[in-house]
Nanobody
């Protein structure tokens, strides 16, 4: 199983980025996919999730700014991030989950700074 995250980088406050996570080795369409982030000195936290039936959830601090989506034909989950703030700076990880099975990607760094 591999989860390959990409799309991170340096962006100014108010800017946008789209993260991608390509999965292989799993039946992608039945997994719940999630984006998590971990800032320096803080615990990893759930940012957004999307189930196999396309139901979504977001942490309160990103509602209205971030959008999670998935393309089952491409085995890929996306996180569109708008109106980025310095406090969004973190390493972002994707996760594939199905009951007790959890697989993590390697993380991609997002830095929001002027």
């Amino acid at each position: 199983v591999q989860l390959q995250a990409s799309g991170g980088g340096l962006v100014q406050p108010g800017g946008s980025l789209t993260l991608s996570c390509a999965a292989s080795g799993i039946t992608f369409g039945i997994y719940t996919m999630g984006w998590y982030r971990q800032a320096p000195g803080k615990e990893r936290e759930l940012v957004a999730g999307i189930t196999g039936s396309f139901s979504t959830t977001y942490r309160d601090s990103v509602k209205g700014r971030f959008t999670i989506s998935r393309d089952n034909a491409k085995n890929t989950v996306y996180l569109r991030m708008n109106s980025l703030k310095p406090e969004d700076t973190a390493v972002y990880y994707c996760k594939a989950g199905l009951f007790a099975q959890n697989y993590w990607g390697q993380g991609t760094l997002v830095t929001v700074s002027s």
